[in-house]
């Protein structure tokens, strides 16, 4: 586990030095990233392949077109200088996702989401954008 904070700590302090797009909930001055509250849920999707899930109170479901029901796994978050990291292990694999204050298209639809969401997931990255409850996209809902 502590190498899986590690990791998601890495990304997130990665993205705090290369991802700064003057978005209003950015935190600057090294203060602890706070735009998304500790009870929020948080939605993420991805395309190319597909993916998607939520967090919150200290688990995750991750869901693929193969697992459409998803698996649920318990999770740690944590605040870095410019987003959340959220780690765990799924299925054995290791689990951290970066969500990062930015604009986001997923491509496929014409939703703007006010998060991104970088998922390392058993080695393998992916791209995403990430809303919650009180911060959520624009555009059409699903069908």
């Known amino acids: 586990m502590k190498l899986q904070i590690l990791v998601a700590s890495s990304l997130i302090l990665l ?3 290369t991802a700064d797009n003057g978005a209003s909930n950015s935190v600057k001055d090294g203060g602890t990233f706070d ?31 193969e697992n459409p029901d998803g698996s649920e796994f318990p999770v740690e978050r944590f605040a ?4 959340l990291g959220i780690s765990g292990s799924l299925n054995g694999a290791s689990f951290d996702l970066m969500i990062t204050p930015g604009e986001c298209s997923d491509g496929m639809s014409d939703r703007i989401f006010p998060y991104t969401a970088t998922l390392l997931v058993g080695g393998e990255q992916r791209q995403g954008c990430a809303w919650t409850d009180s911060q959520p996209f624009s555009g059409p809902e699903a069908p």
């Open 80 to 83: 870095g200088n410019n987003g």
């Open 35 to 65: 735009a998304i509250s500790a009870g929020e849920v948080i939605h993420y999707t991805g395309t190319e392949p597909f993916w998607g899930g939520a967090s919150g109170a200290g688990m995750a479901t991750y869901s693929t077109p």
């Open 15 to 17: 993205a705090a030095c």
